[in-house]
Structures are given as C-alpha cells and as structure tokens.
C-alpha cells in the first residue's frame, strides 16, 4: 500500500492528548490519526485488516493487564 504524507497544525491541548493515548495504547500516532479520519469520513472498512488488528491486539494487551493489576491489588 502506498502512503502520502501529510504535515497539520492541532491545538496543544488535542496534540497532547494524541501523545497521551499512544503513550497508553502502544500505538502510532499515525495510525491513531488515519484511523479517525477513516471513522470521520465514514470509511473505516478501508483500513487495512491487519492494521484493525494490529489495534485490537493492542487494546487486549491493554485490557488484560489492566484486569491483572486489577487481580493483583486484591
């Protein structure tokens, strides 16, 4: 898949909370950026599959250890 690249201005306020949820998710901000644009324009079936995946396996890690500090604090 060929990709274009693309420079934006965003609020401080926006920009750190981008760097915020990658920090939590382990994801990209590129991804985070192209998946909400995919949502926004009502094309989220266009992205790839393995990069749908590559974000739900994410949130399960996230998820998971979540459930195991959860278990682990009692």
Request: glycine residues 6%; aromatic residues 6%; neutral net charge.
């Amino acid at each position: 898949m060929s990709k274009s690249q693309l420079g934006l201005r965003i609020p401080t306020s926006l920009f750190n909370e981008l760097d915020r949820y990658v920090e939590e998710t382990g994801t990209s901000k590129t991804e985070v950026v192209c998946r909400a644009i995919a949502e926004y324009l009502g094309c989220a079936d266009s992205v790839p599959m393995s990069q749908r995946m590559a974000e739900v396996e994410k949130r399960m890690d996230k998820i998971e250890n979540l459930a195991k500090s959860a278990f682990l604090r009692g």
